[in-house]
C-alpha cells in the first residue's frame, strides 16, 4: 500500500467526523474515507465515521473546528493551497487546545507557478500556528506516526500535523506492517476520548468559547497553554516508548544514524532523511566520520533533545530544508538548529550550514547528500547553499558530478517506460503484489506520470530486494529496462536509465531482424557502451492474437519476469496466471483465457536481438524534438523539458518570475493517434461542425482565394466555397496529423452523409500511417494560407469556424469537452482577449510545461493568460479588469489632453469609435497607431504616458475561465461577488458536473444520480442551478449552452456575452472522461442532455427587460428524449444501477421530477413580463 | 384436473410459463408471477454482445487510469461494480432467492466462443435449466445451411460441456430442413428445443438515413407457424418442447399442447394484460378440459401432432394450396 492508504486507514478508524475536499496529492486519503463510510465500514469505537466534502479546504477545517469544539474526534486530509486555507482555523484550533490531527501530503505552494509536487512550503506555513509538527519518512512510519499523533495528542491536548513527502511517500507503493484495530486501541486512551466528550460545548453544561479579549488579559490568556507546549515533547516520547513495546518499530522526536565520533552531521526531515541515513552510513562505514540526523517532531522543537542526540564530536552540521523564505537569514529548519545549538551551548565548537533541496519533487540523491559532507569537510564551507539543481546566476547550488549507487546488486532495479493507455502501470503494481506476496521480496513501486492528459507517458520505478528498500529517490541506473511503446525510445532518455550490463526490452512493431536496423545511431551507441542485452517483442501482436486488442500489459509482464527470473519460471507463470484470474475474474472467464495465452505466447515470442560489435556506418541520427524553425527560446529550453531532461537546465534559462512565451504547443509533435480522419471533399456541406467540435484545434477551415492552390502540394483537397459571402473563392479543411489525438468526434458530429451510401460522412477515420507525408505536407501548406479577414466573417458557426483558434494542440484529453469551448473563445475574441483561469483541467491544460496552447496571430496579438488559485478566480480576473479600465480610462483622459497635439479630429474619433464590430476593431487599431505616429514625435511626459497606454484605447475582452469546482464551490463567494458588480467581465464555466482535474470528485455542480467520488452512492440532491442564482440578480447575461446540442446557440450566447456592457455568466456543458463513455459520443451526449431537460438551453439577457420583453429565452424544447435514455449512455450513473437498482430507479424519478420543475420554472420566466424601466 | 407437465425434466404443475421479459427484472414481478400462479420463469438472455459491451465499458474507465498524477482513477468503488453479466449471475440468485418455482436461464449469441463459459456460472448461479438462443441472420454467402447448422450444435456441444443443466435450444424458424437439424441438435443431447425465436425487424429513419430496430409483441396469428412445426418436430425429435410467440387464449394454449409442446412461454399476453393471466388461462385450461371431457392434460398432449392427428397431410405440402384457396381473389373482396 502508499501513504495514503496506511494513513487514511488509521485516520479512518481513530475518528468520527471526517472533513475533506480534493487536493493532490491528498485526495486520495478523503477518497478512501469516503468510500469506506459509503460501504458502511466502522471505526473503532463501532460507529461509521461522517465523512462530508465541504466547499473548500477552509470548509473543512470550519466544520472540524465544530466538530472539535462539540466533543467529536475529527480529522482532515489535505495539502499545499488547501493547508493555507485552513490556517485560521489551524490557529484556533490550537488556541483552544483542542485535540485533534491533521494529515498533509506536503506539496509545494504556488509562486512563480503552480506545483502539484512535493516540499515543505505548505507545512513550514503552519509551524507558527501551534500546531505540533510531526514529519514521516516512509510509507510505514507515515502509517505509524497517524497513530502516534491520535495518542500524543489526545494526552497533550496540542493538536497535530502530521506530514509526509507528497507523492515521493504518499504514492509510494511497498510492504507495510499493517496496525491492526488492537494496535490502535491500545495506543488510545479511553479516559482521554472521554475527557474529549466532556470538554465538548453542550447546552447541559453550558460555556462560552470564541470570546473577545481585551488589552489587559489576551497577552495572559494566550501565555496560560505553555505548559501543554512544555509537556508535549514528553508525552510524544511517552507515546514513542508505548508504540515500540507493542509493534517494536522505535522511533524518536531526533534519530541519529552514522559514525558514533561523527564529526560531520547532515540534518534532515521527511523521506530526505532516509537518503541522509544511507549515505552517512555507507561512507561511514567506509571510515569517514559522518552522521546524520532525521527530524521527527519538527515542532514543538526539543533543542536539548537534538543537542544530546548529536555526538560531542561534531564539528559541523549542514541542515537541509525542503522550502524556500526568500530574504531570511535562512531557512527555517536550519534556524531552529542554530537557535538550538546556540541556546544548548553548542554553537561555540560546532560550525552550522543550512541548503536548500528538493523544491516541486526535486530529487534529492545519495550522491548529492555525500556533496554535502565534502562541502562540510571543506576548509570554508558555503554558509547557504541550495542542492540539486545548477544555480548559474547567484552561484549558491553545490555541483554534484559524480553519481553514487549504494549499494549495487542489493536490490533489483527495473524501469519501465509506458503509456497511460497501455496499462504498464496496473501491470507494474501487479508485479509488486506478485513478488512481495508470493516470492516474500520487499518491494517499492514509484510512478511518475505526465504533465499531458492525452497520450501521456508514465515512468515506473521497481525495486525488489531481500532487505528493506528505503532508497526515497527515484532509479538512476536499473538493471532491467522496458519501454513498452517504441516511438518513446528515442524521444526520452530510455536507455540511459540502463545500469552497465543490463537488460533493455523493447515492444516494437518490427520483426526481430528489423529492430537493430530501426533504432538511431546514438540509441545503438549507447546500447553498445553500456554493453546491454537488448530483447525485443511485437507485444502489440501477441495481444492482438491472443484477442486482447491493443492491452499488452499482460505480456509485457511477462517477459518481465522471464527476462529477471526474480521467482522460478514455473513459478511466476504460476502466479501470473492466478493474478489474471484474480483480475479478469468479473469480466469473464474468456478474458481470463485470452490473458493466460498472452502470457504464454509472449514468452515465445520473446527474441535477443544480437548487438553488433561495431559501429556500422549509415545509422540515422535522432531526429529533433522541435522543428528548427522554433524560436530560440524553445529550441534552447522547452527541447530540453521535452526531451526529458529538463533537470539539467541551469537557473539562468529560466524567467525570473513565471513569465513564459505562448504558443508553444505547436512545436510539440506528439503523434498521438493511429487513425485520423480524411475529408470528402465533394461530400462535404462545410458547416464547420467538426472545425468547432475539435477540441485540439487539429482539424481546420480556411477560405481563401483559388490562386493560393497552385503551389499546394499533391493531393492536398479544396473545393469551391458553397456560400454567397465569399463568392469565387476556395475552401479547404485540413487535418494536423502530427497533433490529431484520434477521438473522432468530428467524424460523429460530421452531418453530410452520402445519400446513395449513407454509411459515408463528409469525414471518415482512416489509418494514419500511408496517409501521414501527404497530411503533414498539405496541413503545412493548409496553415500557410492567408487567414480570412475577420470584418468579412459572419459570426455564426460556419463563420466562427472560418477564424484563426489561438488555443490549439493542448495536452487536454482526447475528446475533451471543456476545449471547445476555450478555442471559441480565442476565435471570437483572441486577439484582445484576457483570461484569468481557475485551477484544474483548463489550468493545467492551458499553462502546464512544457509547451502551452494559447498562441498569437499574425501581428503577435493573442490571448494573455494568467492562473492565480482555485479559489480567487473570479477575484482575479476581476482585478484585471479594474486595471484595464484604468488603464482605458488614463489613455482617455490622455487623448483628451493632448487633443491639440494628436490632431483634434483622431483624438474625437479615438475617444467614439464603434468597437462592436471586428472593423470597428480593425479602424481603432489603425488609429491607435497613428496616435502612436503621433506621440512619438513629441517628448511631453504626458505623450510618453499615452504611448504606454494607447493599446489600451482598443477594448478587451475579460473572461474568467474556470470549472465548476471552482464556480459551484470554492470560488462561489467571489463568483457571486464579481456577478453582482456592474464591471463587463465574463465568466465561463466549463462545466464538467465534477472536480475533473483530481479525479472526478463531486461538485455541487454533480446532477442527481451520478455516481462521483465523494458521492460513491450516487449524489441524492439536485444539481445547483447557478445560472437561476446569477439571474436573479437582474442585470447579469446568463447562458446555458453545449455545443454538441445546438452549436448555433453556443456561438450566439458567446457574442451576447461578450457585447453585454456589465457582468455575463455563460455556463457550458463538456463532457469528460470521468462521465464513463466514449467521448466520441459527446455531442450526442450533449444532444440527449437537452432533448431530455436534464440540461436547458437558455440566454437571459438583461437588455430583452429594456425593450419590454421576457429576460429569457428557451433556446431548446425537451422532451424529444427521455432522461431514462440519457442517463442509460453513461457509467457514471449506471454505476448505480449496477450496485442497488431500486436506488437507481429512486434517483432517476427524483431526476424527472427535478428536471420537469426546473423546465416549468424556465417556461414562466420565459413568459414573465416585467414593465419596463422608463 | 392434472395439468402437470415435464419439461426439460422438470416436473411442472401445468405447462404455462413466464417467457424472457423484462418482468425478471423486477422482483417483486417475479414474486407475483409466482403467486399467480407461473408455473417457471424464464430469464431474458445475457447476450454475448453484453458480455463484450461489459468489457469494453471496463476498457473505456481503464484507458483514462494511471496516466495522470492528479487523477489515477475516475470511478469509485471500481471494484465492487459489477457490469453486465455479473448483474445477470445476482439476479438469478436472488430470483431463485425470491420464488420456488424453476428458473431457465439463456445465453444468446451466434460464436462458439469463450462467452458460452458462462454457462458454467449460470449453473453455479442456481439456474434450474438453460435456453440457448441461437439468434443470427445468416448473412454470409460464403457460409452454408450446413455450416449455420453445425455452428449451433458445437454451441450447443460447448455449453452441455460446461453445465449438466439440462439444455434447451431456441430456434429460428428459417432453417433450410429444420426437421433434420432438430434430429442434429438431439443427437447433440439437447434436451429440448423452443420454437420460435422473433428477431428484431429493421425499419428505416428516413429523416436520420438510420436502420431503426423495432420489436411488436405477438399475435395470435404468429401461432400457425409454430404449429405446425411442433406438430412435425415432436413427431420426429424426442425431447422436450416449448412454444414461444403467439399464446394468447386458452384455445392456443390447447393447441399448442396438442401438437407437442410441453411449456408454454407466455410474454406478450402477459406485457399486455398483465399476470393474473396465469391464474385465467390455467383456469380456462381445466375449465375447457374438464368441458371437452379430458382427464388429464397428459391425455391432450402430442394428440395432434404428426403422429397421432387423423390427417398428416394437412401439415405437410398440400395445405399449402388449400389455405391458398380459401382466400377469395382481391376482385371479389373488394366487392
Known sequence: MDANEAVASVAYRLNEVIGIYPITPASAMGEQCDEWSASGRTNLWGSVPSVVEMQSEGGAAGAVHGALQAGALATTFTASQGLLLMLPNLYKIAGELLPCVIHVAARSLATHALSIFCDHSDVMACRQTGFALLASSSVEEAQDFACIAQAATLESRVPFLHFFDGFRTSHELTRVHVLADDDLRAMVDPRRVAEVRRAALSPDHPSVRGTAQNPDTFFQAREASNRFYRACPGVVLDVLARFAERTGRRYEPFTYEGHPEAELVVVAMGSAAVTAFETARHLAARGLKVGAVKVSLFRPFGGEQLARKLPASVRRIAVLDRTKEPGAVGEPLYLDVVAALAETGRLRATEVIGGRYGLGSKELTPAMVARVFDELAAPAPRRHFSLGITDDVTLESLDVVEELDLAPGRAHEAVFYGLGADGTVGANKNTIKILGDEAGYEVQGFFVYDSKKSGAVTVSHLRFAREPIGRPYLIGRADFVACHEFELLERLPVVEHAREGGTLLLNTPFEPRLVWQRLSAETRREIRARRLRLFAIDGYAVARDAGLGRHINTVMQACFFALTELMPVEQSLAALRRAVEQSYAKKGPDVVRQNVDALERARAMLVEIVVPAEDEPGAAPRPPLVPRRAPEFVQRVTALMLAGRGDALPVSAFPVDGVWPSGTSRFEKRRLTHTIPVWDNALCIQCNKCVLACPHAAIRAKVFEPVALATAPAGFAATAWKGHDFPGESYALAVAPEDCTGCRLCVEVCPAKDKARPRRRALEMQPLAPLFETAKQGYDFFLELPEVERKRVHLDVKGSQLLEPLFEYSGACAGCGETPYLKLLTQLFGDRLLVANATGCSSIYGGNLPTTPYASNADGR?????????????????????????????????????????????????????????????????????????????????????????????????????????????????????????????????????????????????????????????????????????????????????????????????????????????????????????????????????????????????????????????????GKASVRDYLADELRFQLVERRDRARYEQLLAATERDVRHRIELYQALSHLKLSASK | MDLTTRYLGLTLPHPLVLGASPLVDDLGAVRRAEDLGAAAIVMHSLFEEQISHERHARAELARHEESFAEALYFAPHRAEFHLGPHEYLEQIRRIKDAVAIPIVASLNGTTNTGWLEYAKLIDQAGADALELNAYRVATDPEESGDSVEKTTADMLATVKAQTRLPVAVKLSPYHTSLAHFARRLASAHADGLVLFNRFYQPDLDLEALEVAHRLELSTSADLLLRLRWLAVLSAQVDVSFAVSGGVHSVEDVVKVIMTGADAVQLVSEILQHGLHRFTELRGELERWLEAHEYHSLAQARRSMNLANCPDPKVYERTSYLRILNSWPPPESRAR
Open chain 1, 862 to 1118: 493573442g490571448p494573455a493568460w494568467a492562473n492565480s488559485l482555485f479559489e480567487d478566480n473570479a477575484e482575479f480576473g476581476f482585478g484585471m479588469r479594474l486595471a484595464v479600465d484604468a488603464h482605458r480610462r488614463a489613455a482617455s483622459e490622455l487623448v483628451r489632453e493632448l487633443s491639440a497635439e494628436v490632431g483634434a479630429s483622431l483624438a474625437e474619433a479615438l475617444l467614439g469609435a464603434e468597437q462592436a464590430t471586428e472593423a470597428g476593431l480593425v479602424a481603432q487599431r489603425q488609429r491607435v497607431a497613428e496616435l502612436k505616429l503621433a506621440l512619438r514625435a513629441s517628448s511631453t511626459p504626458a505623450a510618453a504616458r499615452l504611448l504606454e497606454l494607447a493599446d489600451y484605447l482598443v477594448e478587451k475582452s475579460l473572461w474568467i475561465v474556470g470549472g465548476d469546482g471552482w464556480a459551484y464551490d470554492i470560488g462561489f463567494g467571489g463568483l457571486d461577488h464579481v456577478l453582482a458588480s456592474n464591471l463587463d467581465v465574463n465568466v465561463l464555466v466549463l462545466d464538467t458536473e465534477v472536480y475533473s482535474n483530481t479525479g472526478g470528485q463531486k461538485s455541487k455542480s454533480t446532477p442527481r444520480g451520478a455516481v462521483a467520488k465523494f458521492a460513491a452512492l450516487g449524489k441524492d440532491s439536485e444539481k445547483k442551478d447557478l445560472g437561476l442564482h446569477a439571474m436573479s440578480y437582474g442585470h447579469v447575461y446568463v447562458a446555458r449552452v453545449a455545443f454538441g446540442a445546438k452549436d448555433a446557440q453556443t456561438v450566439r450566447a458567446f457574442v451576447e456575452a461578450a457585447a453585454h456592457p456589465g457582468p455575463s455568466l455563460v455556463i457550458a456543458y463538456a463532457p469528460c472522461i470521468a462521465h464513463g463513455y466514449d467521448l466520441a459520443f459527446g455531442a450526442r451526449q450533449q444532444k440527449l442532455a437537452v432533448e431530455s431537460g436534464v440540461w436547458p438551453l437558455f440566454r437571459f439577457d438583461p437588455a430583452r427587460l429594456e425593450r419590454g420583453e421576457p429576460p429569457l429565452e428557451l433556446d431548446a424544447t425537451p
